[in-house]
T-cell receptor, first 110, second 118 residues
Framework: GQNIDQPTEMTATEGAIVQINCTYQ??????LFWYQQHAGEAPTFLSY????GLEEKGRFSSFLSRSKGYSYLLLKELQMKDSASYLC???????????FGRGTSLIVHP | GAVVSQHPSWVICKSGTSVKIECRSL??????MFWYRQFPKQSLMLMATSNEGSKATYEQGVEKDKFLINHASLTLSTLTVTSAHPEDSSFYIC??????????????FGPGTRLTVL
């Protein structure tokens, strides 16, 4: 089984930078995903990390440390539309489907 | 990109009735589809994995006689909530895995179906 932990809620100011952390425990790691989910909508894929390091994609970056069981999602130049829930999901060896964390609700205010 | 649709997008029903939710892959063949349930401010919980032409594999704690899954073709899977009760009210989301090409980790999510049981 897996144990995925991320903060329940965060707030930030438009234009700022925010880092959303995710820690996990798993018996055999096979990839970590970040998804964005607006209220009442399906998740949309943001990033996938399987090796240690930072993956940058526009305003969003995702970092992974397998030895520490730790990842973060970094959002730069925050916009109001970035207000959403951000889900960390971890996949175990031998499994295609990741297990989702509870998500971090990000509120961006002017 | 790959598109997955769900129908209906929302449904309200009386307690005791059955509700069918459809999940379709519009521009690709989905050998495997997944059904999730999400309660407010909770995580997505995998309910079952549906493979075309075979019986679905249910996660522990999910009643297969209550949540009937049929994956009759490579583009359609259905979830029927039988004898629905208010505690079944939730957001049901399907996702699909393509049969070839694409990234190995990719799954494409449908827009979800909001079920409210009165």
């Amino acid at each position: 089984g897996q144990n995925i932990d991320q903060p329940t809620e965060m707030t930030a100011t438009e234009g700022a930078i925010v880092q959303i952390n995710c820690t996990y425990q798993t018996s055999g790691f096979n990839g970590l995903f970040w998804y964005q989910q607006h209220a009442g909508e399906a998740p949309t894929f943001l990033s996938y990390n399987v090796l240690d390091g930072l993956e940058e994609k526009g305003r969003f970056s995702s970092f992974l440390s397998r030895s520490k069981g730790y990842s973060y999602l970094l959002l730069k130049e925050l916009q109001m539309k970035d207000s959403a829930s951000y889900l960390c999901a971890v996949r175990e060896e031998g499994s295609y489907i990741p297990t989702f964390g509870r998500g971090t609700s990000l509120i961006v205010h002017p | 990109g790959a598109v997955v649709s769900q129908h209906p997008s929302w449904v309200i029903c009386k307690s005791g009735t059955s509700v069918k939710i459809e999940c379709r892959s519009l521009d690709f063949q989905a050998t495997t589809m997944f059904w999730y349930r999400q309660f407010p401010k909770q995580s997505l919980m995998l309910m079952a994995t549906s493979n075309e032409g075979s019986k679905a594999t249910y996660e522990q704690g999910v009643e297969k006689d209550k949540f009937l899954i049929n994956h009759a073709s490579l583009t359609l899977s259905t979830l029927t909530v039988t004898s629905a009760h208010p505690e079944d009210s939730s957001f049901y989301i399907c996702s699909a895995k393509g049969s070839g090409g694409g990234k190995p980790y990719e799954q494409f999510f449908g827009p979800g179906t909001r079920l409210t049981v009165l």
